[in-house]
């Protein structure tokens, strides 16, 4: 903050004692709170017409999340183990590696 103000560190504390009677410590932390009640305010507020900010309250707030259920099998064994591929495929693959290191 004193850099913001373009003053020593001294200088703000010092200030801050003279004109509120507080260290520059409980001053902070008494207007973080503030700060802090009045983003929440605003944002709740702002949820009403911003679905971006409705869901990063039902996420961080209400606990919810997103979940994507994949279905990664087939026939009860996960893709890629014990799958029929036609022979033609494979030669024709084959083929097309075979020109590609040629």
């Not at 020593?8 to 504390?13: A, R």
């Not at 971006?52 to 707030?61: D, Q, V, Y």
């Not at 259920?69 to 494979?90: A, M, N, Q, R």
């Amino acid at each position: 903050m004193a850099d913001w103000f373009h003053v020593s560190v001294s200088t703000l504390d010092r200030r801050i004692r003279e004109e509120r009677h507080q260290r520059f410590e409980e001053f902070f932390a008494k207007h973080r709170v503030q700060g802090k009640i009045t983003l929440r305010r605003n944002l709740f507020k702002l949820s009403e017409s911003s679905a971006a900010a409705a869901i990063f309250l039902a996420k961080n707030w209400l606990g919810m999340v997103d979940r994507q259920d994949h279905d990664v099998t087939s026939g009860g064994k996960p893709l890629g183990y014990d799958i029929e591929v036609p022979h033609d495929i494979i030669a024709e693959a084959a083929a097309i590696v075979d020109a590609a290191e040629a």
